[in-house]
């Protein structure tokens, strides 16, 4: 059985963040004090593009992904696209799930 993850909901304003490999990220306009600190790319991870970052912590370079920190995602959760458009992160497309739900709700089978 296959389960459509696409949702639609009421545009809301919308920031455009122009990413490498002619990619555009979507976020609120309202995030951009807390987005300008990275310099994002657009980087293919399990099939899909990203929006991520390079960050330093401890002293060695770790890749954050944009919806998981707009979104605070703490490590045990799925930050799931509610739209499955991985460059759209307003915080209306955004859900944190766990691994379970994730593969339960919004499989490919």
């Known amino acids: 059985m296959k389960v459509l993850t696409a949702k639609s909901y009421p545009e809301t304003p919308t920031a455009l963040l122009e990413l490498n490999h002619n990619f555009t ?4 306009p309202e995030l951009y004090p807390f987005i300008e600190k990275y ?3 657009a980087k293919k991870s ?14 060695k370079r770790k890749l954050i992904r944009m919806h998981r920190l707009i979104n605070s995602t703490p490590k045990d959760l799925v930050c799931h696209h509610l ?8 915080i209306d497309n955004l859900m944190n799930i766990t691994e379970f739900e994730h593969a339960k709700y919004f499989s490919y089978r």
């Open 83 to 90: 739209n499955g458009d991985t460059m759209d992160n307003r």
């Open 25 to 28: 990220a979507k976020y609120d």
């Open 39 to 41: 310099h994002w790319f």
């Open 46 to 59: 399990f099939h899909r593009w990203y929006a991520v970052a390079w960050i330093k912590v401890d002293g």
